[in-house]
């Protein structure tokens, strides 16, 4: 990702330790903004696993 590196034009600190509101409104949209949460990776897995089950007992 490479968003751990992200420079404030504010107070030239990094985005990702929010020292101003600035860095933390960018934090909270990079978050936001990510393709891939933790909280969506851990629906879509959980989802498979239903899936598997469901599949594993109509195989047997
Ligand atoms: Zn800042």
Same mark, same amino acid.
């Not at 929010?18 to 393709?35: F, K, Q, V, W």
């Given at each position: $990702? +490479?968003? @751990?590196?992200? %420079?404030?034009?504010?107070?030239? +600190?990094? %985005?990702?330790? +929010? ?8 934090? @909270?949209?990079? /978050? ?16 498979? $696993? %239903? ?5 594993? /007992?109509?195989?047997?």
């Amino acid at each position: $990702m +490479g968003s @751990e590196d992200l %420079v404030c034009a504010s107070c030239s +600190g990094l %985005v990702i330790e +929010g020292r101003c509101p600035t860095c933390r409104a960018s934090r @909270e949209y990079l /978050r936001r903004s990510s393709p891939l949460s933790p909280q969506l990776l851990f629906t879509i897995i959980a989802i498979i $696993m %239903v899936l598997a089950a469901l599949a594993a /007992r109509h195989a047997s």
